[in-house]
């Protein structure tokens, strides 16, 4: 039996899809299983016995630290960008990044780009008689390998932490909202991810700014927003004031679906709020390719802007969600929350607009 010491926890904020296994793979080749990097992990009374004791660590224990690399790499891929279509289906962008409607991160777009932008090499490997023997190089070699898992399987992609024989050994997943079943075996691998040698990065910080912004004009130009107060509105041949109450309730239910969606905001202003002024955080890039060129003080006024514009769409969003769950739509009345809706989606337009700026600005800026 082989097996490495994978300790490193995966981000609550998503299921095991591949920008979720990449980052805590990532922070396992960085040397970060041993605490040898800037921001010092602890793991907690929660991590280790189940229960917290408010030992007060959160800040710094693994699952917040690997939080802000999952954040990361969400941001620059443009994953955290991105916006769906009231009928849930993905942009022009969000085929660019996932192979299906689900999130999963793991085009080869997507993943060319991440190991590029992170600085290591990789070879994708498909030919399945061979993957038992790929695997088992790879773990000797100290390093950790993602699978890229079949359409019919529970999540999308899996780490793969040692071998036994034909058993495979997959590290603890408790943290992630969904991961794979334990018995996931060779017969549920579509890929493997074998990783190479620490290279000089191919993509550096200004390539990321430019593919969210590639993803957010795709999003603009495909007038999601609009699509949205077309069918919630009051007015309209296809609106939700045209509706009867189950269809003006199933009108609320998807768009309050797409604002668990659009808490990708939150991802998205984090990374940029490491370099606000007076932030505990702002050195936690700094190994990270040349992300620290987001602390020049001359584009301190567009992560400002990011971090409010942002954070009010946040807020915006749960107010919807909280909508959904207490309105009545058998009254008469309900039809016309759709002006109401309307004025909600154009400021998430309007706030999507103004970062889309921003970004611009500090992409010229750089």
Known sequence: MKQLNFNIPFSGFESTNFINCFTSVYMYLEGMKDNNFTIKTT????????????????????HAVQERFFFLFDTMC?????????????????????NSETSDGVTDNNVEFLFGFAGYD??????KASYNEE???????DKPVIAKLKSNSNVSCAVI??????????????????APDPDTTYNDIDALFIIGNKCEPKYKLIDGLKRIEHVMSLNLNENIWDEYCKKIGTYGPDSLGEDKPEGRKRRMNRLAGEMWHT?????????????????????????VNDVNRLASPEISEYINTISWR?????????????????????????????????????????????????????????
Request: charged share 25%; glycine share 8%; net charge negative.
């Open 43 to 62: 793991f907690c009374n929660e991590w280790e016995n189940g229960q917290c004791d408010s030992c007060g660590n959160c800040k710094t224990k693994p």
């Open 78 to 98: 443009g994953r955290s960008a991105l916006r769906n279509h009231f009928d849930g289906t993905h942009s022009r962008a969000g085929r660019m990044i996932h």
């Open 122 to 127: 990789y070879r994708t490997v498909l030919d």
């Open 135 to 141: 695997i088992t190089a790879s773990i000797d070699a």
């Open 161 to 178: 932490s040692g071998i036994d024989g034909d058993r495979l050994i997959f590290p603890d997943f408790r943290a992630a909202q969904k």
């Open 263 to 287: 808490f990708n905001c939150h991802n998205f202003a984090e990374v940029f709020r490491q370099y606000l002024p007076g932030s505990a955080n702002k050195d936690v890039y700094d190994s």
């Open 310 to 366: 942002y954070g009010y769409t946040h807020d915006l969003a749960w107010s919807v969600i909280g909508l959904d769950e207490c309105i009545n739509w058998d009254d008469w009345k309900s039809h016309y929350y759709g002006d109401m809706l309307e004025v909600i989606i154009l400021k998430f337009k309007e706030n999507d607009e103004a970062v889309l700026e921003c970004i611009k600005n500090i992409i010229r800026k750089l």
